[in-house]
């Protein structure tokens, strides 16, 4: 799954993204262009998406800028910083989450991103 990028767009903020050769990532591919809108938790957006699978290879901590989904919520969710079950500085969600791609750039720029924003999740040209 080479060359598989995204773009996030939310507000005035326009990020790219790499997704990795996961099932998880093909199914998310497959369903774009997505659109919902932001709840947050921490340094953490999440949203329902059309997309419904199972943990895969999920992890319970991440890093900053990871991609995951988070299956008991059909969630796509970007880490950008810690989140209230975090411990002391590991990024945790809030239950495992499966892996499948990454924020290309700083993702501390969702920071000024506030619950109820859109978000636009598309192929990049």
């Known amino acids: 799954m ?5 773009t996030i767009t939310v507000k005035d903020i326009k ?7 996961s099932n998880t990532a093909q199914k998310i591919w497959d369903a774009l262009p997505i659109e919902g809108n932001v709840n947050t938790w921490g340094d953490e957006i999440y949203f329902s998406i059309p997309v ?19 299956p008991p919520g059909n969630a796509f969710c970007i880490f950008f910083g810690l989140t209230p079950a975090s411990q002391v500085d590991e990024v945790r969600p809030a239950s495992p989450v499966n892996i499948f791609g990454k924020v290309i750039g700083d993702p501390k720029v969702f920071k000024k991103v ?9 192929k990049s040209e």
């Open 2 to 6: 080479l060359d598989k990028k995204i």
């Open 15 to 21: 990020m790219g993204a790499e997704l990795n050769d």
């Open 52 to 70: 419904n699978i199972g943990l895969e290879n999920a992890k319970a901590v991440v890093l900053e800028g990871d991609l995951g989904y988070w």
């Open 114 to 122: 506030s619950s109820g924003a859109k978000i636009i999740i598309e």
